[in-house]
């Protein structure tokens, strides 16, 4: 069974800066692709970011320039450093990973960014 735990989240003025991060319990060797997801009471999950095995990254259109995705995969583990937060990217936010072609996600963080 795969399990990913995210941490990082929190509270935060408008802004700030907060660094989530996506510890995996399987070789990261074995995932070909993770992500980054959030979601608003009412909405649909969202992608946020996106990284491929092979290092391509993927971001969308609202959190290009401030949000950046990494994977350390000595430890298993993928970041998200959220930088000039804003009210608008309150959310949980939900780790993804992908393995052939099963998808597995996490328990999902709360962001909150206050004005």
């Known amino acids: 069974q795969v399990q990913l735990v995210e941490s990082g989240g929190g509270l935060v003025q408008a802004g700030g800066s907060l660094r989530l991060s996506c510890a995996a319990s399987?070789?990261?060797?074995?995932?070909?692709?993770m992500g980054w997801y959030r979601q608003t009471p009412g909405t649909q999950r969202e992608l946020v970011s996106s990284?491929?095995?092979?290092?391509?990254?993927n971001y969308a259109d609202s959190v290009k320039g401030r949000f950046t995705i990494s994977r350390d995969r000595a430890k298993n583990t993928m970041y998200l450093q959220m930088n000039n937060l804003q009210p608008g990217d309150t959310a949980v936010y939900y780790c993804?990973?992908?393995?052939?072609?099963?998808?597995?996600w996490g328990q999902g963080t709360q962001v909150t960014v206050s004005s």
């Open positions: 399987i070789s990261s060797f074995s995932i070909s692709a």
């Open positions: 993804s990973a992908r393995i052939l072609s099963n998808s597995y």
């Open positions: 990284i491929t095995s092979g290092g391509s990254t």
